[in-house]
């Protein structure tokens, strides 16, 4: 490998999945891989196979079906850990067991209850355990943020004798400064005899805003991989994002020296894939994949871009998924331009079937909404693939009163198995007193953990994308829909939610641990 290249590791399948009410599916997974498999991503960590029956099922299918990423799985330095995570990848075509143990003083009192020899023995078994099963073997120091920098040169040294050829470096917590992050990757690469025998590692989390730049900061001293996730998801405050990691990169090779072998023109499609799945919309100002991120409203702006465009773009659109001339289509618009704009916009389809299924909701939609937006397209394929379930609960009819001093009421007849169902309800708000209608019938006993409304598009005729998560009995779901009624839209997406809960589709919360 170029010492200039920089490995992605991508972690939206697993600490990604660590943001409360972000859990998937193994179906989710699955596309979300294969997304992140067309972006050219190096690692994917699928998961923490011990954590749950659902995560190691998910990790297996995904080292089975990817084929061009190294497919990974986290486990801790315990034996157990570590044989489960070699069974969910033993079908892989390039796998990787990635093993970690705190190693701040903190965490060594107090979680592991453990002295510093016994760490450095511990982790030396583990790596040894892991590659005895795997030949790709990552070992993380949890906190190493907070870790001594003695104490991390004995340890890593003694991991990379043992067998590990990646070398993590966690800012667990996000408590680094960039140049102090850096000035402990160089003092790494420098004291510890062994490290031209691995790779250098950074996995910064977001607590104080500074995630990605520590990541670019370890960068530029020395490290040659990066652990980052899709729109930055992650727990807390998230993890540094991959699509500014990967275009900071990109957009400055004059400065930082350094490329990826990823292809941007998936960013875009790849993030609202994510933000669909896991119900987290982007915000408008997010960097390279916010709705704003290549919009100019100052008459100045907008003068001197039309003038040459870079006097306030320094990244082209298109190089991440936008298009900067978007085609509107509409009810005129035939199948064959329909699947082309979807190609152009990088969405594949896994057959005739799911194609079908999303030209008929574009049918649908261009009924009521006269110019459909490429973000529409968007919408309308991630229906067309989400959750399957049988409908066990379908929308009838709806019809909401809704008055200046009045209570809101809603009428409605849901399908229950084919049986209609009549049920009328007030509430606080007219979608209140939807979803207490149609409670009224399910009696699901679930308790609403989300309700989050996002425009698709601008204007008033835009659709709106509403995100349900409902749980039960720890067991989470989100249903998810769109229309340009929102209160349908939230019907919609609460009856997803209750079929899929139905069909006992299960995203209970991983096991939090890891780095």
């Not at 069974?87 to 979680?111: C, D, V, W």
Request: proline share 3%; with cysteine.
């Amino acid at each position: 490998m170029s010492n200039d290249r920089v490995i992605i590791f991508d972690t939206t399948l697993r600490d990604g999945e660590q943001s409360p009410g972000a859990s998937m599916t193994k179906e989710e997974k699955l596309r979300i891989a294969k997304a992140l498999e067309r972006m050219r991503v190096d690692v994917i960590e699928a998961g923490f196979a011990i954590a749950s029956p659902g995560d190691f099922e998910a990790v297996k299918a995904i080292a089975e079906t990817i084929k061009d990423s190294t497919i990974c799985s986290l486990s801790r330095a315990l034996d157990g850990d570590i044989e489960r995570a070699a069974e969910a990848l033993k079908n892989a075509n390039s796998g990787r067991i990635h093993t970690f143990i705190a190693t701040s003083p903190i965490h060594m009192q107090y979680k592991l209850r453990m002295q510093p020899d016994q760490v450095i023995e511990q982790a030396v078994r583990a790596v040894k355990k892991a590659r005895s099963l795997c030949a790709d073997v990552e070992f993380s120091c949890e906190d190493a943020g907070r870790s001594e920098i003695d104490f991390l040169c004995r340890i890593i040294e003694a991991a990379i004798d043992a067998g590990a050829r990646t070398i993590n470096i966690p800012d667990t917590v996000g408590y680094s400064i960039p140049h102090q992050y850096a000035e402990t990757m160089r003092q790494l690469l420098e004291r510890i005899p062994n490290a031209d025998k691995a790779v250098f590692s950074v996995h910064c989390h977001n607590d104080l805003g500074l995630a990605v730049a520590n990541s670019l900061a370890a960068v530029v001293a020395g490290a040659r991989q990066v652990e980052c996730t899709i729109n930055g998801l992650g727990e807390r405050a998230g993890n540094a994002a991959l699509e500014e990691i990967v275009m900071a990169i990109k957009t400055r090779q004059d400065l930082l020296g350094v490329y990826t072998n990823i292809e941007t023109e998936h960013i875009l499609s790849t993030s609202r894939l994510v933000s669909g799945i896991t119900g987290f919309p982007v915000q408008p100002n997010k960097a390279i994949v916010g709705a704003n991120a290549f919009a100019h409203e100052s008459g100045i702006h907008q003068d001197g871009v039309l003038k040459h465009r870079e006097t306030y773009e320094i990244m082209r659109a298109q190089d991440v998924g936008w298009n900067a001339n978007k085609m509107v289509m509409g009810k005129h618009s035939g199948r064959n331009a329909f699947r082309a704009r979807l190609e152009e916009l990088g969405i594949v389809l896994p057959g005739e079937a799911e194609l079908n299924a999303a030209f008929a909701r574009f049918k649908e939609l261009a009924d009521k909404k006269h110019e459909i937006f490429d973000e529409d397209l968007q919408a309308l394929v991630s229906d067309s693939l989400g959750e399957e379930a049988p409908e066990h609960f379908k929308l009838a009819f709806l019809e909401v009163a809704s008055k200046t001093g009045e209570v809101p009421q809603a009428q409605l007849v849901l399908s229950v198995d084919g049986v209609e169902h009549k049920a009328t309800s007030s509430g606080a708000g007219p979608v209140d007193a939807t979803f207490k209608a149609i409670e009224a019938i399910a009696q699901s006993q679930a308790n609403l953990q989300l309700y989050s409304v996002n425009a698709i598009t601008q204007g008033t005729d835009s659709q709106g994308e509403v995100t349900v998560r409902l749980e039960k009995g720890g067991r989470i779901v989100n249903g998810n829909g769109a229309d340009t009624d929102i209160l349908a839209a939230s019907a919609k997406a609460y009856l997803n939610a209750l079929n899929l809960m139905q069909a006992g589709v299960h995203k209970t919360h991983p096991q939090a641990d890891g780095v």
